[in-house]
Structures are given as C-alpha cells and as structure tokens.
C-alpha cells in the first residue's frame, strides 16, 4: 500500500497510468492462478472419480443396479452386492458424528471463550494431536485396551438395559458397530473442535459483546449469537469430520467386526465399505473380484456426493431460517 | 463475466486434457495390465559398477508381496548383505495378489505369494515360475473356560471334519459330543461357539479354506477356498493380531491363526486330527513330513496344496509360501545376485527361518527346487 | 400483587438461565476432558509398550530384522519428512489459492464445484487415493517412487486445507477487505497481503490438520513410496515412511516389533505435536510483528 502512496506521490500521471494498468494486468494473472487451482482441484476429484468408473466396468455390467441392494459379498461364488456394506457404512459415520458434533463444539467453547489464555493454546495442542495418531494406532489400542476395558461394559450395560430396543439387541461381542463408531468419533474430533474453535475465535468481539450488553448469559450468548454467526465454518468442519468417517480404514476394521449382518443393533458386528477394500484389495485375485471392490468405491464416492448435497440443503435453509431471524 | 466465462470453457478443457492422460495409463490399476511393455527393466535400481561394494553404489532388487514371509525375508536380505555387500534386496509387504500384479507388471524385480497362481495368472506373466521358499503351519486358537470356572490351557483336539462343521455352524456349543468324546481329560462347558475368521483377503485364509474343502464336501460346495471367503457364521478380525484380540476379548471364542504368532505371543492352541486320524503336534519335523507327502506331485509348476496330508506323522493344515520369478531374466547382473540369493536361502539360510518359527523345505523339495533355478536364463543364455 | 408474582417469575427464570448457563459451560469443560483422555491413554500405552526402544540409537540406526538386536527407524524418519514435505509443497499452495477464489466466488459453477468436490474427496478412502496415484505416477514410470507417495498424501490434504481456509477466509470482516481496495490495493494484493494474514491463525490449523492426517497414513503409501529398509533421499527411488513402518512392525508375529511399532508410533505423535509448536510459534510471532508495524 505504502508503494501505492510513494508512487502516486512520486511519479507523473503517465507513470501511474502505466503502474495501474500493470496492477491490473497483475491482477488477471491473479484471476486466472486462482481459477487454475479451483481446476486442479476439480480435475483432480473428477479423475479419481472417472477412474473408478472406467476400472469397474466388469462389475457394473455384471450386477447392474442390483448390485446396491444385493446382500451377497462371495469372491468364490462371484457373487457380489453392496447393501451390508452401505448399511453399515451410513450406520457407523452417522452414530459417529451423532457422538463426535456434540462434544467437538463443546470444546471448541471451552477452548475459544472459557479456558485461561495459558490454558487455552496447550489444550488446542494435546485435542489436534489425536488427528496425529495413526490409524493403526487407534485400531490396536482400540482392539486390545479401550474396547475390552471401556467399550464392552457399556455395551453389555445398555444391552441388560435397552436390549427391548432393536438398536441395543445383543449378543454383545468385543468388536461391533459402536466400538467403531467410538474410535471414529475420537478420530474425527480434532476436525470439527479445531475448526470450529478458529471460527468462534474469528467472530468480531462487537458480536459478543452485544449480546452480553443485552443481558444474555454466556451461554446464551454462544448458543444464540456466536453458532448461527459460525454456522457455515462449523458445519464445514462437521463435514470435513463425515468425510473422515466415510472413509476411514484401518481402525475400523479391526474393530467392527467385519460381518455382512443387516440388524438394527448397534452392538451388532458390521462391515463398511472402506473396510471392505481396504480388506480384501491387496488379495483380490481375478478381474471381476477387483472390478467389484472397487466398484464398492464407486458407491462410496456417490454416496459421499449424495450425503454432501443433503447437507448442503440443509445449511442452506437453517441459514436461510436464521438470517431472516438473527439477521433482520 | 465474459471472461469468467471463457477461463472455464478453457479450463474444463484442460481438464479432460489432464483427465484422458490420467486415464491412459489406468486400464488396470495395481492388478495385472494384460498388456505389459516387457523392454522396461523394472524398478529403480542405477547399476553402478557391481564389483564397487560402495553402499551408493550397490545393485538393488526389488520385491513385492505377501506380508507372511516379510519378517524371515527382511532377516534374510539383512544377514545376506554380509555374505554380498555388493546387493541390496529390498522387499515390501503389500499382499500377495499385490505381489503377483506387480511382478506381472515388472515394477518390481522378483514377487511372492501364499497362494497358488492359476492358469489365467500365468498365461497374463509368460515365463513366471513359483519357488517354494519355506511352509507355515496354522492352529486353531481359543478362549475358553471349563465346567470349573478356570481357563482351559490344555489342547483341545479338533476331529478331523469338525473344524469344517464349527465354521459352517452346524456345531455350535463347545460341548458337543464330538468335541467331548475326542477330548475326555477336558470339562467343555456348554458355551456357544464364538467363530473368529480372517476379514482381509490373505494366504492363511486361503489355506485354511483349502483344508476345509479337503475335508468336507458341505464346505467345498456351500463355502469353497479362496483368499477371503462368504462365512457362513462368525465374526472377521484383521490379520492374525485381529483375529488373535477377537479370541482373547470373548471367553467361548475360537480363530485359526499362524503357528509363528501363537507361539510368538504364547497363546493356547489347539491339534487337529490328521488324514490317518492321528493328533500330531504342528512341529517342524510334522510340516516337513506333511511337504514330503506331495513331494513327488509338484511337478513343473514346484507349488502344491499340501493341506489334509496323509502321513500319519504329518500336520493337517499348513501351506507353502513362494518367491516368483521369471525363468528368463533381463538384466543379467541382477539375475545373478538373485540366483545366488536364493541358493543361499535354501541352505545357509534356513537356520533363520527356524529361528522365526517358519518350516524349511524337507531335502527332496529343495533338490527339486534348486534343479529348476538353475535352468534360469538370461536373455536366452544360461547365467 | 401481580406485580410480585411476575418479580418472582422472572427471579426463577433467571435462576433457571444461569444454571443452565452454569450447566453447559461446565459440560464443555467435560467435553475437553473427555477428549484429552483418550490421547493421553493412547500415549502412556505406545509409551509403556515401546518405551525401552526410545533411545539415541533408534533416531540414527538402520532397521534391523526380527532376532538382530538394536536397529532404528532412521530411514523412515527421513522419509517421512520427504515424502510428507513435497506434498505439501503441492498441496498447500493449490489449496490456498483454491481457496480464495471459492471464498471469492461461492456461487459461480466453479465454485460450488471445488466445494463439492473437497468435500467428496474427504471422505474418499487413502487407499483408493493410493491407487489414483499408482496410475497417475508409478505405472507410467513402471517404479515406485517417493514422488508417487508425496502426490497421493498431496492429494489427501487438499480437503482440509482448502475448507478451513476458505471458511476462515469467509470470516475476515469485510471492511477489512473494502479497506485495502479502497487505498488502492489490486485484488492479489488484498488477497495475499490482508485477506491470508488475517485468517493465518485458522490456515495454520488447517495445514496442521492436514499434515497430521497424512503423516500417518498407510494405505496410499504401499502402493506409490513402497517401503524401503536403507536410507534414501532420491525422489524417484522407493522411500521408507513411518506410518508404513508402524504398520508392517505391527502385524508381524514378534513382540520385538510390536515394540519397535509403538516407539515408531511414539516418535510420529512427537514430531507432528513439535511442527505444530513451531508452526503456532511462527504464526505468533509474525502476527505481534504485523502488530507492532
């Protein structure tokens, strides 16, 4: 800016013309960096996507549409269909954002409008350092600590308890959908508390203080002003957190229990497509077989575009709700 | 917005540009590329001098495949560098279909797989021949309490077809009449059974699945053999620590895991009856004789399922494991190392494989074995 | 009368708002420690199991097979810092500009486009990323490279740097910005010199977000960087990483490389937790800089 001024100051009217006209043309050049990136990324997204299509075509004239509600996963039968693995996919990510949101903005709260400033960046260091943990980390530690010590008497708890409820049927087993969900919800955490503690953090003061100057508590004030305000960021992280559990592998697997079973239970074994590939594609041993896997990714990828437009519908009309509320 | 406009007619068309180049290389990604271009010496390794023993300036071969072997072979390649210094083997774990797609593709200089290859897997790698390296053996591993209360270290002998009927379901408490008559000494408690099997693809679910179909003509038809299977019943963890956490979390519970990871990390196993109806236990000497069984039979091919041996002395469920390579080489100075490697393998180089719990090929299958790599070539020549 | 009674209500009222506002702020309190713990069970538990192999020797020794004592992750050390530095190299740049442009343009096709597909591409599996890499870089060169692992990690960091990003840039109050176009400043100018500075804070989380997620991951590396036990900084040879290393020690049979996974384990935690201090401590410092001018 300061150039600007010197310029200004400095030079003839020619000069300056000359100088606007290369920051414009400077400009241009921005316009188009800028374009090309946005391509790159699509492009790059549009290509994966194109691959998978091109790589599954033995699978998808095999089976044809039937191959999403077929309930059979037989590599010697080459028998292959998806509904166990959409079921529990959708299951798993759900239950695990359903565990994740709520206690994700709770720290974001703490972190951005309660915790002591000395208290407040180590706390941020220690919640992003669980994005850190490999994924084979979480899934031994999962597997042979934190589902035998925590995870099973919970489970064997709401099962004597809620068993009457299809959602808690037992048997109860170590490994099943809600030990899986548990550790995604750790896994998915750091995303949506980091994001959305920069986004409170990045409201203006102006807004809080407004608010408390109409005799709002704190939290009414955070609940009522500062998460509509950051509502597109937090909804951003908790779909940066879907993501997550859409495609999470390793740690799922191991903890899941790796079973084609289509009961409501949570505490029931279950299989995710990510699993699923990351399972058997090392393996696969003739084209179909792998054609199917990656078929399965195909599905996974529609599914994740399908599940972001619905969640793109809804920002767009709570948005819509509270600008004509908060907003007018 | 004119302009907007014309940047992205030109951008999208830069993408399908970006798109069709991506997509020329992929017709078949990781498996095997029916078609591949043979010239290409495969992977990375500069060939300096080969007499320089310079670390820098060492030969690398590359290989690929099944994670079963990987820890003897990475001890292998680890104590051959002192025999010659003047190589440097590099092998990776991605699976032994992984292994045979990239030693078909040439990206990798040797491959190595559980299972088997078929017909169809040979025809798309002209030339490939399978080398049997050394065998594992696989145990049935439970969790178990008796009528008492107290955990069950003893072993529990599994007759011959009621593996196969435990995992079809057909026998579902662990005191079955035909689990208590073979097993008198023992208090079985009437607690289901809890099946633990393999989630992943791998070579032990391969020859577990073999075994099973040798054994009961319920499971051939209904199930069947291959890397991963449709369960019938149970519950899938991932690899032999998955399986193993699984069985140690459910008291009831029983997985068939690696004989190296039982006994490595000390867990209850127990016998299988064999072809002549005899409980031996899954010992070197019981592999070996298992593999001296077939190994007359292996023919051209070396590689043989030698699961529900007939041998009275022989274990029941164990397989081999192969290295693949191609009978006539490109590059001869790797060729070579590679030969010589492996001649060392089979003798200096069983006393590691012993030492990892892994079983070394009986006398009559290496004789065999070595006859076949010397016969390989090199652009034609013989080494 | 009435007049006491509606006193009396709004008293309860009030009472009632300030438990409730008492009441959630403590639940948030509780919703970090829930959070904390996990971490730090997981740390005293890869501590506990390979704690003894943290030593001098393990960040300067070669690997050594099962049943050769000693050894190190030397190779994956540096891999690591390779492979994972070169992706963001590519990653981060594309996303930052990416992301101005969305944050420019959220309703242009474009725009809705990339937001789609960042989304989409989160919640595609590495594995499938690993496998999109393979195609793009190894098979046209027929070898494995470090190169090919830093392309597939590149790609998997886009999302959650491009997000944050663009959802903190859509924060920066818009006087700031009419500001600097007001005095004259061109749009890139704006963009790089106001608009980037002032969302720095949120950026950083979204690099470090997105380097701690690829600085573990597995799958796409066995299909591009490979593996490889001695020590290499060639691009275009096969490259040891420390996910992959963890990985391979993890699943074998031998408790002596169980231990090595969980040391190795330790060792990723460790260097992602230092980047992100010194990142923080970079961002600080720049940030009282730009205060003080």
């Known amino acids: ?328 | 917005m004119f302009k907007l406009k014309t940047a992205i007619a030109f951008g999208v068309i830069l993408a399908l540009a970006v798109i069709v180049s991506a997509c020329a290389s992929n017709a078949a990604p990781i498996t095997a590329p029916t078609s591949a271009p043979a010239a290409t010496p495969a992977s990375g390794g500069v060939v300096a001098a080969p007499t320089s023993p310079a670390a820098s300036g060492a030969l690398t071969v590359n290989g690929a495949g099944g994670t079963f072997p990987y820890p003897l072979y990475s001890r292998w390649f680890y104590q051959y560098a002192t025999v010659d210094p003047t190589v440097k083997f590099n092998y990776q774990a991605i699976g032994s279909g992984g292994g045979i797609a990239q030693i078909t593709a040439k990206t990798v200089d040797f491959g190595a797989s559980d299972a088997i290859l078929n017909d169809s897997q040979l025809q798309a790698a002209p030339g490939l021949q399978m080398f049997p390296t050394v065998a594992g053996a696989i145990v049935p591993s439970y969790n178990l309490k008796d009528t008492d209360g107290n955990p069950i270290t003893a072993t529990i002998k599994f007759p011959r077809t009621a593996l196969a009927d435990i995992y079809l379901g057909k026998i579902k408490k662990w005191n079955d009449p035909v689990l208590t008559q073979a097993n008198p000494d023992i208090k079985l408690p009437n607690k289901d059974i809890i099946v633990v099997h393999r989630s992943d693809g791998s070579g032990t679910t391969f020859i577990f699945t073999d075994y099973l179909s040798k054994v009961s003509a319920d499971w051939k038809q209904q199930v069947g053999n291959s890397t991963s299977v449709q369960w019938p019943v149970g519950l899938g963890g991932k690899g032999n620590e998955g399986v193993s956490g699984v069985v140690a979390q459910n008291e009831g519970a029983l997985g068939y895991i690696e004989l190296a990871y039982a006994l490595q990390n000390k867990l209850t196993y127990g016998l299988v009856q064999n072809k002549s109806g005899d409980y031996v236990q899954p010992t070197t000497a019981a592999v070996q004789s298992a593999m001296a069984d077939f190994g007359t039979d292996m023919g051209d091919k070396l590689a043989i399922s030698i699961v529900d041996a007939p041998g009275k002395t022989s274990w029941p469920i164990s397989g081999y494991t192969y290295i693949l390579v191609y009978m006539n080489q490109t590059d001869c100075a790797k060729a070579q190392k590679l030969t010589a490697f492996l001649k060392w393998a089979w003798s200096s180089g069983t006393q590691y494989a012993t030492e990892l719990e892994y079983i070394p090929l009986p006398d009559a299958v290496r004789t065999a074995v070595l006859s076949k790599l010397g016969q390989i070539t090199c652009n034609g020549k013989p080494l | 009368m009435s007049q006491a009674m509606s006193l009396r209500a709004s008293r309860t009222r009030y009472a009632l708002r300030k438990f409730i506002n008492t009441l959630m702020l403590s639940l948030t309190g509780l919703a970090t420690l829930f959070a904390i713990i996990p971490l730090v069970w997981i740390v005293v538990y890869i501590t506990r199991e390979g704690g003894r192999y943290l030593s001098v020797d393990f960040f300067t020794q070669l690997p050594t097979p099962v049943g050769v004592p000693g050894g190190g992750i030397v190779n994956s050390l540096v891999g690591s810092l390779i492979v994972v530095g070169i992706a963001c190299l590519i990653a981060i740049p594309i996303s930052l500009v990416a992301a101005l442009y969305v944050a420019d343009h959220p309703t242009t096709p474009l725009g809705v486009l990339v937001r789609f597909s960042t989304d989409v591409l989160s919640g595609v599996p590495t594995i499938v990323v690993g496998m999109f890499a393979y195609a793009l870089v190894v098979l046209p060169q027929r070898h494995f490279s470090a190169l090919a692992g830093s392309v597939a990690l590149a790609v998997i960091m886009v999302p959650p740097v491009l997000r944050t990003t663009e959802e903190m840039l859509k924060l920066v109050p818009r006087n700031l910005r009419e500001g600097s176009l007001a005095l004259g400043a061109s749009n890139w100018k704006t963009s790089l010199q106001v608009l980037l500075p002032a969302a720095l804070n949120g950026i950083v989380t979204g690099v470090m977000l997105g380097i701690a997620r690829v600085a573990g991951e597995t799958a796409p590396m066995i299909f591009t960087a490979f593996g490889n036990p001695f020590f290499n900084t060639d691009l275009s040879q096969p490259i040891a990483t420390l996910p992959q290393t963890i990985f391979v020690y993890a699943i074998s049979p031998y408790q002596d490389w169980h231990a090595k996974a969980w040391a190795t384990a330790f060792v990723l935690i460790a260097a992602v937790l230092g980047l992100n201090i010194a990142a923080r401590l970079l961002t600080w410092w720049r940030t009282r800089r730009l205060r003080l001018a």
């Open chain 1, 1 to 328: 800016m300061s150039v600007i001024v010197q310029a200004k100051k400095n030079a003839g009217v020619s000069r300056w013309k000359t100088l606007t006209r290369r920051l414009e043309h400077g400009d241009t050049i921005f316009r188009a960096l800028t374009i090309l990136a946005a391509l790159i990324v699509v492009v790059t997204v549009g290509a994966i996507g194109l691959q998978l299509w091109n790589t599954s075509a033995l699978s998808r004239d095999k089976f044809g549409w039937g191959f999403l509600i077929g309930q059979d996963w037989n590599p010697v039968a080459q028998n292959f269909g998806a509904l166990p693995f959409i079921y529990g996919t959708l299951q798993s990510a759900l239950l695990a954002l359903v565990l994740a949101v709520p206690v994700g903005l709770g720290i974001a709260i703490f972190l951005s409008e309660l915790a002591p400033d000395w208290l407040r960046q180590p706390l941020g260091f220690l919640v992003e350092l669980l994005a850190a943990v490999p994924s084979v980390v979480y899934g031994l530690w999962g597997l042979f600590v934190f589902v035998p010590i925590f995870v099973k008497p919970i489970a064997d708890a709401l099962n004597q308890g809620l068993g009457f409820i299809p959602l808690f049927q037992g048997p109860v087993f170590g490994p099943s959908r809600f030990a899986a969900s548990l550790v995604l919800a750790i896994m998915v955490l750091p995303t949506i508390s980091a994001v959305s503690r920069d986004v409170f953090l990045a409201i203006p003061r102006a807004q809080r203080e407004a608010a408390l100057a109409l005799g709002a508590t704190r939290w009414e004030m955070i609940s009522q002003v500062l998460v509509p305000y950051g509502l597109s960021g937090i909804l951003g992280a908790v779909i940066l957190g879907l993501g997550r559990a859409l495609g999470e592998t390793i740690a799922v697997t191991m903890l899941i229990g790796n079973n084609l079973d289509l009961t409501a239970s949570i505490l029931h074994p279950g299989y995710t497509m990510a699993s699923l590939i990351v399972n058997e594609f090392t393996e696969a041993t003739y084209p179909l077989y792998l054609q199917a896997l990656i078929e399965i990714a195909l599905v996974l990828f529609a599914i994740t575009l399908l599940l972001n437009l619905i969640a793109r519908l809804l920002i767009w009309r709570v948005a819509r709700r509270t600008t004509t509320e908060a907003r007018v």
